[in-house]
């Protein structure tokens, strides 16, 4: 793998780091400013959207910017917003500082991917924007904890200070080790917005959705679940989020190496073994080790969908990938905003804290469903004769088969 994938993986890195630590600090960060734990979760929420609408909203104000200089530009965007937090006198102006580093976030992973993706042969793309993830699953392994000890025993402002650090060494080795990518001739906005007329494109984003989404229903409240029903202390829950990354880690490249083989079996067998676990853990979550095991398996399946998923969006978007890509992203946030409401309303309805696994396991079985439906409609369309988009025969496009 060439060496300026590790730039973007150290950049990924920074950035999983930002959106994750946040959650283990909101006691200190809400009692630093005088504001409820409610209020403090207005951080993550506030981050959230963010992705979501600055994944399209930065991609369209780079689109006639090379590629290298807009991974350069959003990782400077990623710095302020996180130096700002570091800095910040009041509530409002952290939340600000949150909200302008989220607006790299999508964008930053959406263009990586078409630059992780051209930087490595065709049978080698998945692989490779698995590396560029890789950044972001370690994050939760080894970022989050560390920064959230950090922010426990020294001050929340020193982790945010120390992410923003990472953004300059980010920064620094895009600089130096990404080349300079000329932009395909001829694509323009509307080539990148035409994207979306894509059927394909829509189906794997909606993949992405409720696929991740069905990871969240159940990891966004795993602190009560493990707490009040499996019976650990409320220190182990930082250990059990490090299995759970460890999980990512392996599932990532395990998805990114198999995805350039068969990438639709991959989305099958992860997103079908993802609904069987997440409605297992409902009864694992009351045994100690078996609920660390789901917990580990539950965080390998979820990000075993990633790369293949990703990488299906560059190949329906093909020509034209940058915005897809980028909206995809946010798709995956989109889906952890979703999950989080929807399992936060079987709580609040009386059905206890390992409802939101039955939540999650229905979102990655509708996402199974997605997946075959959008296989089928692919095989469809590639038989002989039939006329897609266009006007054009099928068999005479350019495609990517699987």
């Given amino acids: 793998m060439p060496l300026a994938l590790l730039a973007l993986a150290i950049g990924a890195f920074g950035i999983g780091t930002t959106e994750f630590v946040i959650m283990g600090l909101l006691p200190e960060v809400a009692g630093g400013f005088g504001v409820s734990i409610p209020t403090a979760g207005l951080l993550v929420t506030g981050y959230a959207l963010g992705v979501v609408i600055g ?105 945010f200070g120390i992410v923003a650090a990472l953004g300059v060494v980010g920064l620094v080795g895009i600089a130096k080790l990404v080349p300079e990518l000329p932009r395909p001739e001829g694509v323009h906005l509307r080539h990148e917005l035409a994207a979306f007329k894509n059927a394909q494109v829509l189906l794997a984003m909606a993949m992405t959705v409720l696929g991740f989404g069905g990871v969240f229903a159940a990891i966004t409240y795993i602190a009560p679940m493990m707490t009040h029903v499996a019976g650990f202390a409320d220190g182990s829950v930082t250990w059990l989020l490090v299995l759970f990354g460890l999980g990512m880690v392996g599932g990532n490249l395990v998805g990114g190496k198999f995805a350039d083989r068969a990438l639709m079996p991959m989305l099958y067998v992860s997103l079908g073994a993802l609904a069987v676990v997440l409605a297992v853990f409902t009864l694992t979550a009351h045994n100690k080790i078996a609920a660390a095991v789901t917990i580990a398996l539950i965080g390998a399946l979820g990000f075993a969908t990633v790369p293949p998923l990703q990488k299906r969006v560059l190949d329906q978007a093909h020509g034209a990938p940058t915005l897809a890509s980028a909206v995809n992203i946010g798709a995956f946030n989109l889906g952890n905003a979703l999950s989080a409401w929807l399992g936060g309303i079987v709580i609040a309805a009386g059905f206890g804290y390992t409802a939101p696994n039955w939540v999650g396991a229905a979102l990655a079985a509708a996402a199974l469903v997605l997946a075959i439906l959008s296989a089928a409609l692919e095989h469809r369309a590639d038989a002989p004769g039939v006329v897609v988009a266009g006007g054009t025969p099928a068999r005479q496009r350019t495609a990517v088969h699987h």
Avoid: C, Y
């Avoid at 302008?100 to 959406?110: D, E, M, N, P, T």
């Avoid at 078409?114 to 049978?123: G, I, K, M, N, T």
């Fill in 55 to 159: 994944a399209p909203l930065m991609t369209v104000l780079g689109t006639k910017v090379p590629r290298k200089r807009m991974l350069m530009v959003l990782m400077g965007l990623f710095i302020a917003g996180n130096l700002l937090s570091a800095v910040a006198p009041v509530f409002a102006v952290m939340l600000i500082g949150r909200v302008v580093a989220s607006l790299a976030h999508g964008a930053f992973f959406g263009i990586g991917s078409v630059v992780a993706a051209e930087l490595v042969a065709p049978d080698r793309k998945a692989g490779a924007i698995a590396m560029m993830f890789t950044g972001l699953t370690v994050a939760n392994v080894v970022g989050v904890p560390l920064g959230t000890l950090v922010g426990q025993q020294v001050g929340w402002r020193v982790t």
